[in-house]
Structure formats: structure tokens, C-alpha cells
């Protein structure tokens, strides 16, 4: 079955720093998709960043694009969230997902989700 951890959550000031991690398992990581997504309480849930796990192509979303970078590290079928320049408005359960044909920042596009890592700036 497929498995998808995330970890890295954590409460920081404004203008701190974060790294999530989501580490993948009964699932085939290379040549595939996985993102990031975050979601407050009564709001939508939102794409934040995906990686096409093959090649290493990202895309970012405009809220945070300049401050988040997505990476991955193919030897452990991991990947990651830096957050850097976080702001209030970032607080929110983060969630990574996994295949997504297309590799947008579309939820219904992904087809497993992990538990979800809280993070908090205030």
C-alpha cells in the first residue's frame, strides 16, 4: 500500500524557516508526481508546490513562489519544502501528495495524501 509521511512542521516567527520532509513508501517514486498542499481552517485546500520526480521539474505557486522551494532526494523517495520568509498568512496544515498524472497543483488530480504536518507563524 502506498504511504506518504510527512514531518518538519513546527511554529516559527514572521521571517523564519521551515523544512518539510515527505518520505514515500509502497509507491513507485521515480518517474512520477508528487506536491505539496496546504489548507486553513475554512479555506480551500491549495496548491503550493509540485515535482515531476523523473526529470526534477518543479512548479511553484505565486503566493509563495520566491520563499518555497520543492526538492527531492531519489535515494530515500523523499521530498522536500523549504519555507523560507514565512509569513502568518502561511500558517496551515500541510499536506504532500502523491501521483498526480499531470503534475499540477490541482488536489483532485493527486491520488494519495499524507496525515499532514501543522505549521504555524505568529
Known amino acids: 500500500h502506498v504511504q506518504l509521511v510527512e514531518s518538519g512542521g513546527g511554529s516559527v516567527q514572521p521571517g523564519g524557516s521551515l523544512r518539510l520532509s515527505c518520505g514515500a513508501s509502497?509507491?513507485?517514486?521515480?518517474?512520477?508526481?508528487m506536491g505539496w498542499f496546504r489548507q486553513a481552517p475554512g479555506n480551500e485546500r491549495e496548491g503550493v508546490a509540485s515535482?515531476?520526480?523523473?526529470?526534477?521539474?518543479?512548479s511553484t505557486a505565486d503566493s509563495v513562489k520566491g520563499r518555497f522551494t520543492i526538492s527531492q532526494d531519489t535515494s530515500k523517495n523523499t521530498v522536500y519544502l523549504q519555507m523560507n520568509s514565512l509569513k502568518p498568512e502561511d500558517t496551515a496544515m500541510y499536506y504532500c501528495?502523491?501521483?498526480?498524472?499531470?503534475?499540477?497543483?490541482?488536489?483532485?488530480?493527486?491520488?494519495?495524501w499524507g496525515q499532514g504536518t501543522q505549521v504555524t507563524v505568529s
Open positions: 509502497g509507491y513507485t517514486y521515480s518517474s512520477n508526481c
Open positions: 515535482i515531476w520526480t523523473g526529470g526534477g521539474n518543479t
Open positions: 501528495a502523491a501521483d498526480s498524472h499531470a503534475c499540477s497543483l490541482l488536489a483532485a488530480s493527486f491520488a494519495y
